[in-house]
């Protein structure tokens, strides 16, 4: 939808009016057929349609273009109150700058920024409003640290609250405590069985050691029994060279 054209001072060109919903364009488009349009009015007419509204031509949404230059330029000096005019703002400015003005404007209508709190009130009567309000808060006088509602300080008990808060801790705490002791108890778990395999590993390769020095003592035993056997025979050619 465009900007109504009832907030305009003078004289408005018919050809800055969309000719679909007849206001002032707001972010207009323009169709190869030149007629202009404003965007969501453009959009919303091509989900139904495939023509131009005015003179039924084809059009598509890849074929709408930003309006001309000098045809933008006209708009913008376009002239017109705030629409906080109602609320008492008497601004009027070029529709250019319009936004900028109504998102500063003193009369424009907000919501209170206190959590809870539904009112919708004027920029300039915000602060009156956030002295009073049900909902704004404040620090506990007496000195517990709490933030407190307006409308909770008769129910406020300090001691209560801060009891209350202890049992919270104490019992973050417990959790807190209980979460680290099972965590060491699985590292201590992950230790203990990564000790079982290496001692399994270690008592094979011990095992191992032990099979092959069995071997080699062995082979040692029947070398020296060789050996034996061969110094016999010399000691035996000896004597029957001696003979000789």
């Known amino acids: 939808m ?15 009016l969309c000719s679909i919903c007849r206001d002032v364009l707001e972010d207009p488009l323009q169709a190869p057929c030149e007629h202009a349009f404003c965007a969501a009015c453009i959009h919303g007419w091509l989900v139904h349609h495939s023509n131009c509204p005015e003179d039924r031509q084809v059009i598509d949404v890849s074929l709408l273009r930003p309006l001309y230059r000098y045809m933008k330029n006209d708009l913008n000096r376009l002239q017109l109150h705030c629409r906080n005019r109602e609320y008492g703002c008497e601004m009027v400015c070029s529709l250019e700058s319009i936004d900028r003005h109504e998102r500063e404007c003193e009369y424009s209508q907000i919501p209170c920024s206190n959590a809870g709190c539904t009112v919708q009130i004027e920029r300039r009567n915000l602060d009156g409003h956030l002295a009073v309000c049900e909902f704004r808060s404040r620090e506990c006088p007496n000195g517990c640290g709490y933030t407190l509602l307006s409308n909770e300080d008769a129910q406020h008990n300090c001691v209560a609250e801060l009891r209350t808060e202890l049992e919270l801790l104490r019992s973050e705490m417990i959790c807190r405590v209980e979460e680290a002791k099972h965590e060491m108890e699985s590292r201590l778990d992950s230790q203990r069985r990564h000790m079982v395999q290496k001692e399994s590993i270690l008592q094979n390769e011990i095992e191992e050691l032990k099979s092959q020095m069995s071997r080699m003592m062995s082979d040692v035993r029947s070398l020296m029994a060789a050996e034996r056997q061969h110094r016999q025979e010399l000691e035996q050619a000896e004597l029957e060279k001696r003979e000789l």
């Open 2 to 16: 465009g900007y109504d054209i009832e907030r305009f001072v003078g004289y408005v060109n018919e050809g800055l």
